[in-house]
């Protein structure tokens, strides 16, 4: 089992500056160390260089061009880390960045489930969406169902679907928009929204998860964790914070199960945003929440772990 790790340092799938200093922070938290100490070998392929481009919106949509060379470039590089043999661990930057992480690793293995963890559905289309940000409409460029909804973009013609709906489950949303309602409900997406969480317990949010994943064919599984999924009482530093969100425990849970069940392939961990922590310790423990839930993909277990638990 190892790590391979790929930075991504950008931002212009939303408006808050800072957030391309993610992969930097992550990485001085003390990840790949950590990583090491568990047992886990690590390759670090380093920060992608992002190619400087028009930066310019088409209507409300900003930066179109600029997310579509970056995730380009992301996808290539999450295909080649895949194809290394890794477990692939992509650190953002602004969710936007799904699009090639996923995009990358379908390519490199093929169909996939998703685990998308976040306060929002991120399913907005370059039409639904009312604020223009990318990084609420990754998802509507990697479903096939959606592929007629999403119009010709500069820099996008390389996208092309790879993800089902019924590959796709949710957890921890709060923040949907209603024209994303009326997507996840059209399209009968699985989603365990927060309330669900409330209702049943992660425990059993995760296994009727890993069933609903494991009846689907067991493919390998991308889990994309945006850090806003946590209650921002535990991790502030992010753009787009919403109340009520997972528990610490919780969040870290979710991926202690993912990885338990062997078939976690790849997880994104992004929109930490050190410039938003109102004290040294809001980013302390934004950063270092991001840092055990990625632990927590490779195997680490809170009750303790020992050298065979790992292989
Ligand atoms: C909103 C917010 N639904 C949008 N999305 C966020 O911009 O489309 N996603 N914050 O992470
Ligand atoms: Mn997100
Ligand atoms: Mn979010
Ligand atoms: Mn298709």
Redesign the pocket.
């Known amino acids: 089992r190892s790590a391979g790790i790929i930075g991504a340092a950008f931002w212009r799938g939303?408006s808050r500056l800072g957030v391309h200093e993610g992969p930097d922070r992550i990485r001085s938290s003390g990840l790949l160390e950590r990583l090491k100490q568990q047992g886990c070998a690590v390759k670090d392929y380093g920060n992608l260089v992002f190619d400087d481009v028009d930066e310019s919106s088409v209507g409300l949509l900003k930066s179109v061009a600029a997310v579509g060379g970056a995730n380009r470039r992301l996808s290539e590089a999450m295909k080649a880390v895949k194809m290394d043999g890794h477990t692939a661990v992509m650190l953002g930057g602004d969710?936007s960045l799904a699009i090639g992480s996923i995009h990358g690793h379908s390519a490199a293995v093929g169909e996939l489930s998703v685990v998308w963890v976040?306060?929002?559905a991120?399913i907005?289309t370059p039409l639904t969406?009312?604020?223009g940000?990318f990084?609420?409409?990754p998802m509507s460029f990697l479903l096939h169902e959606l592929h007629s909804k999403v119009p010709v973009l500069p820099n996008f013609s390389w996208v092309k679907p790879c993800l089902s709906a019924k590959d796709l489950v949710y957890i921890g949303l709060r923040?949907v928009?209603p024209a994303?309602h009326y997507i996840l409900k059209m399209l009968g997406v699985k989603v365990f929204s927060i309330s669900e969480v409330d209702r049943l317990g992660v425990a059993r949010v995760m296994e009727e998860t890993c069933d609903y994943v494991t009846t689907r064919g067991k493919k390998p599984v991308h889990l994309s964790y945006?850090i806003?999924a946590i209650d921002p009482s535990v991790t502030p530093a992010t753009?787009?914070p919403v109340v009520g969100g997972l528990t610490y425990r919780e969040g870290v849970y979710i991926t202690e199960h993912l990885s338990q069940t062997g078939l976690l392939s790849a997880v994104d961990l992004v929109?930490v945003n050190p410039q938003l922590g109102k004290t040294e310790a809001d980013v302390q423990s934004t950063v270092n929440t991001a840092v055990d839930l990625l632990l927590g993909c490779f195997r680490r277990l809170r009750e303790g772990n020992h050298p065979t638990d790992y292989t």
């Open positions: 939303q969710h976040d306060a929002h991120d907005n969406t009312y604020t940000n990084h609420g409409q923040d928009d994303e945006d806003d753009g787009t929109e």
